[in-house]
Each structure stands twice: as C-alpha cells, then as structure tokens.
C-alpha cells in the first residue's frame, strides 16, 4: 500500500521518542498537543474555570478511561502494522461474558480471568487469518467485529441485558486518587509504560521495525509474524480488559455495548498521529493526547448545551486535518 | 504448475484446460458454495425452494448489488474502500423523498438521487486527490461528518405513498422485481465496459500499478476524481432502490448495509490491493450473500446467530483470498 | 473614587445575578438521543419550552443510545448543580448505577417509561397499552377473519429490551385475550429493530419462510417495525389481507399513511414532560417533593395511552404539529387531553 518512493524517505516517518520532550515539541506529536492545547483553551473560553476543575476532570476522566486503555493496546497492533477493527464489539463480548459470569455469581478475578482468556482466543484468531493466511485486517476484523457483535447478542440473549451490579466492582472503578479517578490515572500510567516500552525496549524497537519496513525487519532477524500475533492479541486483551472495567462502570451488559467505539478510538488515535494504514508510525502518547482531545471536545459541547452530534462532525474535520498534516510532513502520500 | 506440464507436448491440451479452470476456479467456487447452500436448506424443508424465496432474496440482491458496483469500482482502481456509503446513499434518499414530495417525475427523482450521489463522491473526490489522502481515512471522515449532519437534518422520511417512486418499489417486470432488473444490468454493463473501454482499462492500470499508469500518462487525479464520482452516482441509484420500498427510515437505517457490500467485493474475487477482479462476479457473490440469511431464517436460527454467521463468512472468505494471494506471489 | 464606585456597583450586581441565578431552579434533561424518533428530540424542545415558561435555568444532555455516556450524563448533571433530572434513558441497564450517582447528591431522578428504584416514574405503563393494543387488533381478527388469521407476526425490537417484552408481548397477549384460539406455531417473529427501513429484509425472509400464509395480523415494538412487514409484503404482493396495529403512533397520522396500518396505540411521547413537570418537578421546586413512586403499576405520574383506529388517528395532527399546539395550550394541558378521542 506505500509507494517505494516514499519509503525512500523514512526518516521522517519514524518518531524519534527517545526524546519525549522534544517528540512533544516539534514531530508528530507537535500537532496533537498543540490541538490539545486549543481545546483547553477553548474549554475554559467557552465554558468557564469549571472546565478544569477536579469535578470536570474527573468526570471526562471516568469516560475516558476505556478508549484510553482501549486505545493503548490497539496502539500496539497499529505500530506493527496490523488494524484490528473488532474491539468495539470485543468490548461487548467482554462485558457480556463478564456480566454473565458475575451474575452466575462468580468471583471478580475468575470470572475476569475466563473473560479475558476468551477474548485472548478471538484475537487468536484474528492472527491465525491475518498473519498466517495473509488475509487483509480490515475486511477480517470487520468480520470478526460482526462475529463477535452475534455471540454478544446470544449472550445477552432473551433478558437483552445482563444485570451485573457489583458493589465492589463499582466501588473500586469510581475510586478516586486526589480526586481524579484513579483508573484513568492508571489509564495515563499504563500510556507512559508503553510509550517507554516503544521507545527504551528491545521489543518495542522490534513491533516498530516490523511496523515500519516488513522486509528489513525480516532480514534483521525479528519475527514478523511473531509481533503482528502478538500485537493482534494484545489488542485483544486491552478490548477484554476495557470491556470489564465497563461491567464495572455501567453494572450491567447491553446488547450494543462497544457499537461504534473502534471508530472513536481509531479516530482519536489517528488525530494523535497513528496511521491505520501504515505501521511504525505513532507515539502511544499521541495516541492518549488524542484520546484526550475528542474526550474534551465531547466535554465542551455537553456544557454548552450544542446537539451532541457536533462532536462527531467536528472529530471528523480533525481526523482530515490531522492525516493531512500527517502528510505534509512526509507520512503517506495518496498519490 | 509443474515444469513436466508445461514441456511436454502431448499435454498442452490439457494444460490449457487447466489453466482455463484456474481462471475460473473463483466463480466456480462460488457457484459450488451458492448450490451447496441451497441443497442443503432445501433438504431441511424443501418448500424453500419456491418462487417467494427466490423474490425475497432478488430484492435483498438489488440494493447490495448496485452499491457492490460502485465498492468495486473503487476498489479496482486502487482506492481500497469507500467507508462513506451509508451516508450517500441517506443523502441521496433524502433527496428523492423531497422531490417525491413535490410531486416530481420520477425520471427527475431518479436524476436527483444520481447527481446527489455523484456529488457525494465528488465531495470525497476532491478530498483524496487534493490532499492526497488515503480513501478509508477520508471516506471513514467523511461518512462520520454525514451521518452526523443527517441526524440534525432529519429523524424520519418516507417516499410518498403511491408516487412513482413507491410503485416502482413494488413493481415487477417479467416476474422478478423491478428493482432488480437495473442492478442486473448495471453488473453486466459496467462488469463489460470495465474491461472493453479505454477509460476502464486505465481505472484498472491505475488500481494494478500506480507508475505504469502514470508513464503511459494516465492522469492519475482525473481517473480518480471521477471514478469516485461515478461510484457515488451508483450509490444515489441504489437510494432509488432503497427507498421506495423502504418505508420510514432515517439517517441510521443504511449502516447495516455497509457490511454485506464489502464481503460482496472480497467473495467477488476483487482484491483489496486494486488493479484485479471482475465485476460481473459480483452477481455470484450478491446472490450468495443475499441467500445466507433466507436459509438461515428457513433452517430456524435466530439474527443474532444470523450475524454471527455473516462475520465468519466474510472472514473465511478474506482468509481463502489472503492464502490464495499469497500463494500466487510466492 | 470612581474606581470604588464601580468596584461596589459591579460587586452588588454581582452579588444580585449570582444568587437570583442560584435561586433559579435547574432543571436538567437527558434526551434519549437514538437517530429513529423525532419524539426523542421533542421530549426535550417541550421540557425546554415549559422550563423556559417557569422562569427554570434548563440543561439538556443527549444519552446518544449509549450506555457510557448516560452515566457520564449523570455525573455532569451533579457538577452542574441542576435541582432535578428527567431522563429518558433507552439503555436501562445503567439505571443502578445512575441512580447512585445521582441518589448520593441527592438529585431527585424522574424517569420515562422504565422503571427503576428510587427514580420518579413517569410515562405508559407499556405492557398495558400492549395488551391494548393487541385487543384493538384482536377486535379486528374477530371482526374479519373470524379469529382465524393465518400468521400472527411479530416485530421485535431487541434493543429496547424490557419495553419490547412488554409491548410486544403485550400485544401477543391482548390478541389472545379476544382470539383466544390461535394455535402457537401461527406467532412468529423477526427481528425489525424497530426500525421499517433496517426490518424490510428480515421480514422478507420471513415471509417467504411461510409462503402460504394470506391473513397475516401483525404487531410490534412501534410503528416502524410493523411497517416493515407491511412494506415486505407489498413487495412480494402479499398485503391484501395484512393487518398490523403498531405502537407509539409515529407513522400513523398525517397524509402519507400505510392503509394496512390499521391502528397504533399513541402515547403522545413528546408530551411527557407535562406530566413530569406538573406531577413531579414543580413539587420539588416549590420545595414540597412528592413520594418517590417508582413501579409503573403505582406510578409518580401515569401517561394514559391512546389506542386509536387507523380512521381515529387521522383526526390526531402530526407530531410537530402536535408540539405546536401542546405548546400553545395553558401550562399543565396534557396532549392525551388535547388529541385523544377516547
């Protein structure tokens, strides 16, 4: 899907994240936080100091906390260049099982152990199509998504949702650390990790090898086919774990928990510098800067009481801008 | 094909009925896969076979079939996917109700949808070739913008009761739908053009290799600018057929669609990669499609099992074309 | 010196907007927000309107359809300070968990349609006016078909969960209540989503499935789903004997009406707020909240429903039209007392 000629120039395509102040500054990661700046200034212009208070942060914070760790780990298969559309509905199918668990009166570690041990399975074999048949990742996870969103709906079967209140559960994901959820704390935490595993480890340089250059990577000896597995069912793992940590939040499972969140999370790690199409590019903390900006402007629009459906309208704009500049400073060029 | 093959004399008859049959494996496969499926719900109740089944699954063909020529077409000349045809095809209906409504004659309805739809496309057109961006990525933002932009416009339309429009939803000509016919035809048509014309050739070449086209001066941005265009015009019609039998829909009601559309263009054996395929097999693909959720309706399972029975087709599907691929490049 | 004065005359009107705005009532409202039901989106433009007659500060919030986002909802309204909720949430699953956010600020919640504990219940009592509307067309199977209807079909709408046991089943119920004879292999049912565009291909299929059947009753989740079997049939030139009863009365008023949609049950949805407003909120503002009643068999607030007859409803004005006039009518007119014949 690249041309030759642009991969001629690489250099401008890799992030240089060893230097993660200077990635924030100048680099890919320059537009998205400086669009995250612009939409903290336009959240305090428009709506008012209250914008940034622990209450509003707090609140954006607890919404974010599922794209966010979502994201985190579908960050991972895009550096190595495989798109795993199917988390949405893997975050159902989690939340479906888990809340058929929990109501089945299991305890909280199994239950999430089983949940998660399944969705590990489908993101198995999303890799066993993708990686070892060859088959394209978007129309297989778009398969997949559809797959998933049907035992989801068998799930949730005749009762349509699953009543799951967990007191415990529900404690433990609004607690908050000096204020601010702690979860979306771990949330930021986990982003750090990561963005220290890509840029310090030897595993991350090897998921954004294959990502980058597939045959380089191959001659330089990493397994290519052993990180895009691996990614794929990390993404998987991440969706699994996002979608218990909504059992939690919600205290139930609905028939269409999750429908539509990979577009969100794909969009929003787009704005911050990923590319769906192309792998080795982004810096997981653009991608939870870009997380951040949609939640924000999501944020703004509620307190200005504006239809909802702006956000979407706006998102969009941003998603062309930012794939544009994306462009403009040598990343993939349609041409 | 083993080297022995080739050089022995005495077998080239054969060698060319087996290169013969590898050309038309895809279609055959498809074939076999659709007659499976029909013997096989007919063995579990045989009043499946019948002349109301063949109507509701010619009707489910109709509108996925002309989107499938328009996903096609973009697919084929290296545009990969076109995520924006909920959207168009709403707007385009949109549209045709409002001109419904004031009492136009079809014939300008029909035109109405059309140029809506080419506009659409066009809309995504410009996007991609001026800024040089990908096209799931534009069509992606462009279908989120839309859609959100039709919630605001409406909640609910309907073609008027006894116009044109609603007739022609109904209508039959032969015995099958009326509906259907134009998408036959259109399969037909363009699946030939594609192929014979000057103008599909180079859409091809541009989808197959990018700096072949370019050095036999292919003008990459107009072939672009215009193949989205059409493939847009090909999803204002399908609103035509889409809403006159729609009944009440809004701006949601196109989503499912999207799904059946792009298993259709991969089970058609057009690749992803652009530049291969041939739309005339869309009809297969259609059809077969189109027959999975009346069999699974006929053999008892639910919807729910319904679409987990769509993702794994498209998935077995994408699986056989990435193996089947790969074993051709290796 | 006139630095002081401005300073004081700014601090006094200050000081006067602050606490007149803190003495305004807040009204929160979280529209149910799905793209089918423009009925969604007059829930809130009457709320606004009575809010903005009573002198109230009013807050609008869309659930969007999504479970995640009314529990957000939720969370915004208690940093927004609002006095009370209304909420028409379609994702009832998080009803708990709004609920103990909102309880714990101690908001008074008013909740449509489906019930929860702790939360005012206003609305329709949706297996009644199932029930009711299965007997509308029970009537009618009676009345033609002897009772003897070849399929009964039922449009569901999964994603509405409990409401689409209730309507649906409900108007199983209320048919078996007047044909109590219809052998059980006649029901069968497909999934509409409640939606007639989304519902034509399943209900194609099902048709076909039972190709002999030519009296052919329906009913369903709403107006849409039924719709779509009706318009299904008229495809594959079934419909001279189809009878279908909805529910919610979306598409059965004004010029542009399915003739086999022979009746619907109204509740006149965009017109809840009246009820809310006047059984409920206007308690709590005058300081004097009302008991918390929050089963639908005991309710805060009962929304009457009106099952109408296909030549009934054609009295009854459109829905924006209906806003109009609901609108126009003094404050506590509900729209049951303004369209409902009955």
Redesign the interface.
Known sequence: MTNTAANSDNSKNFINIERPWKEMLSGSVASITLTFVIVIALGLILVGPRFLSFSNVSIMGNYLIIPLVVGAFAGFALLSGVVDLSIGSMVGFSTALMALLLNQDWGIMSAGLVTLVFCMFFGGINAICIVGFGAGPIPTTLGMLTALRGITWLICGPAYTIPAFNLKLFTIVNHRFLGIPTFFLVGLLLTLIITLIVSKSRVGRHIKAVGGDEQAAERAGISVKGVRVLALILSALGAGIGGIIMVAQITSATRMAGFGLEFEVYAALMIGGYSILRGGVGNPLGGALGILVVGALGNVIDLTASSSYYTNIIVGILLLSAVYLDRLRGGDSYD | MRLEHAIKPESSMSTLLWLRFRAFSAPIFLLTVWLLLIIATAIYRPDFISYQTLLAVVFTMSIVGVLAIGQALVTISGGFLDLSQPSCLIFASFVSVKLSEAGMPFIIVILGAIITGVIVGAINALIIVLARLNPIIVTLATNFIGLAVLFLLFRAAEVPIGSEIHTFGRAYFLGLPATWWPMLILIFIVGLLIHQTRYGRQTIAVGGNLYAAQTRGISLKKTRFLIFSIAGGFVGFAAILFCSASGPFNSDSANILQLNVIAAVILAGISLEGGRGHLWMLFLSVGLLSTVPTSLVFFGLSSDAQAIFQGLILILAVTFDGYRSRKVTL | MTKFIKTFVFSVVGIFLISSSANAFKLGMAVG?H????W??SQGDVARAIAEKKGWDY????N??????????A??F???GVDAVIQFNG????N??IQ?ILGAAGIPVVTYDIAEEGMYFVGIDNLGAGIAGGEGLGKLVKEKWNCEPDLVVSAEG?????V??WRTGGMRTGLGNICPDIPAEKYKS??SNG????G???A??????N?DAVRIAVVGLND?GV??L??AA????RADEVMAWGQDG??ITGD???PRLVGSVFYFLEGYAVYAIRDVIDGIAAGNPPPVKWEAGDPASQVKPCPATAAEAQLVPVEAERVKQLLAAPIGTTAYDLFCAN
């Open positions: 927000g793209a089918c039901c423009e969604m989106k807050f609008e919030l869309s969007e359809g999504d479970s995640a986002t009314s529990v957000k909802n969370q915004l208690v940093q927004e994702e009832p699953g998080t708990a968990a103990q999964a994603g509405a969960g409990i689409n046991t497909f999934e939606d007639a565009a989304a034509l291909a399943p194609r299929d099902l048709l076909a499935a190709p849409g719709l779509a009706v318009n008229e495809q594959l030139g979306a598409f542009n009406v399915n």
